[in-house]
């Protein structure tokens, strides 16, 4: 068996959720791995949380070159597309993977850096038709290097250690409608969150009535804020919006620390003592959260900003395009509720879902032996790595 290694690479405070996933999915054992993190102070006591709760081996590196790696080969995985990856991948004894934490049409699937990896894992068929629209690679280095290994490539929603808000008691029963924001994004046109949208909390109260509803959980992005802060301040508020509209509202309590503390004390939040709520609809932005959603059978509604762009494939579009909606192209919220619920209901949801299907991380066994069959260490003297000269030539 090869060998294991992440490389983090992240200014987050929360980098450390990005692949926590791999060791909750029970795709590596932690004691098999080894994490290298290019040291960031703000990072730092992410990290260390999460080597505490999984207890792989953690090194801090301060500058990344290529002879941090071993000499005796193995596999490195990517889960950030930092500029930092170019000087590990240089070393040719490792096969260099990136493996990412879920599906997305964000503009930030396209990334260049995706032509450099010897492999790439996604989630689902729909990166492969995005890369290859974009012309980031073609249809003979698709076949080469991508690997579908589904919902083992798909981070987990999170359902413990819930915070409620709102009048009346917690149902140990209860049904809720999933609402997951994404951020910001750390470029301006690689905005997708809708926490600004003014419509958003009628919109959300409209669709918990159609579904007969009287409660939200809202799965914040944890990095929501970063870039623009007021947008802590939109997530408390709609949160305000929602209790007075009469609608209960959940949300993570490690999620909790989003929102501004004068905010958070007047939401008068209590511990939600009962089973996790069953959830008829989510409601997610352009984002990973839409096969988070899948992976747990939950089908889903796609809210557009109004400033964003979807990067979705046509074979998407032609599946699930009649789930994604605009809230400003809406006259009427009570309207557009009924689409949602019409479309939640619609069959394509069930094709989209089986996609992200558990299948106990068989595709991702599969895939690992794929790598391990054909990765041939290369000499590290060669001028030119030889995937990518290869690449060259096939685009």
């Known amino acids: 068996m090869m060998k294991s290694v992440f490389f983090i690479d992240s200014k987050s405070r929360h980098g450390a959720e990005q692949y926590r996933f791999a060791f909750e999915n029970s795709l590596f054992s932690a004691k098999d791995v080894e994490v290298l993190v290019k040291f960031r102070l703000s990072s730092f006591w992410g990290n260390i949380l999460a080597w505490w709760k999984f207890r792989f081996r953690l090194r801090f590196v301060l500058k990344v070159r290529e002879s941090l790696l071993s000499k005796d080969g193995g596999c490195i995985y990517y889960f950030f597309n930092s500029p930092e990856n170019v000087k590990l991948i240089k070393n040719r004894m490792h096969a260099h993977v990136f493996l990412g934490h879920g599906e997305s049409n964000k503009r930030a699937s396209l990334h260049p850096l995706y032509r450099m990896y010897d492999y790439l894992l996604v989630a689902g068929p729909y990166a492969g038709e995005r890369l290859k629209q974009y012309g980031l690679l073609n249809q003979v280095t698709l076949s080469e290097r991508m690997l579908d290994i589904g919902g083992a490539g798909v981070a987990n929603i999170g359902l413990e250690d819930l915070l409620i808000t709102g009048n009346g008691e917690i149902d140990p029963e209860s049904r809720a409608l999933l609402y997951m924001p994404t951020w910001e994004g750390g470029l301006k046109e690689e905005n997708y969150s809708t926490l600004d949208e003014p419509l958003l909390g009628d919109f959300l109260a409209e669709t918990a009535a159609k579904f007969s509803l009287d409660t939200v959980y809202i799965k914040p992005h944890p990095n929501t804020g970063n870039r623009i802060r007021q947008q802590k301040k939109r997530l408390a508020g709609l949160i305000a919006k929602l209790n007075a509209l009469g609608i209960k509202v959940v949300i993570p309590k490690k999620d909790i620390g989003l929102i501004p503390l004068l905010q958070r004390l007047k939401l008068r939040l209590r511990r939600w003592d009962s089973n996790p709520p069953t959830f008829l609809c989510a409601i997610v932005d352009v984002s990973a959260a839409e096969s988070m959603a ?28 009649r789930s994604v909606i605009r809230l400003n192209g ?13 479309h939640t209901h619609g069959s394509y949801q069930r094709t989209y879902i089986d996609y992200f299907r558990d299948d106990e991380n068989d595709k991702f066994r599969r895939a690992l032996i794929h790598i391990e069959n054909r990765h041939t260490p290369q000499d590290n003297t060669l001028e030119v790595d030889p995937p990518m000269r290869n690449e060259a030539t096939a685009m």
Request: aromatic share 8%.
């Open 294 to 321: 899948a992976k747990s059978g939950i089908p889903s509604i796609v809210l557009m900003s109004s400033k964003g762009t979807s990067c979705a494939p046509p074979s998407y579009v032609a599946l699930k395009g």
């Open 330 to 342: 809406w006259s009427s919220m009570r309207d557009l509720a009924t689409h949602v619920y019409r």
